[in-house]
């Protein structure tokens, strides 16, 4: 999850492993965050359809319903993918 300035926080230890691994909180990583981040806002308030587009799910979401995976540890996920979401008509218009 995302806290401001472009910082992540960890919700538990796998995520602050995550964090670490992937170096998410470099400070390459932290400023290109935060430049989307006011760049997004600015475009939010200035034309919101753009941002509407800009924060909107990809038409081509995969049916996780149909992949099949060595070492799936929770397949029963793929029941509230967000294609399904889609289909069911409970996908949000964005992220």
Known sequence: MSSG???????????????????????????????????????????PDLYQEYMAFPEDLPDLRTKRVPENTRPAGAVNCYFVLRERGELPAAY
């Open 5 to 47: 300035h472009g910082r992540i926080d960890a919700l538990n230890f796998e995520g602050e492993k995550f964090k670490q691994v992937l170096r998410l909180d470099s400070g390459k990583n932290v400023r290109d965050r935060c430049r989307w981040m006011r760049a997004l806002g600015a475009l939010r308030m200035s034309d």
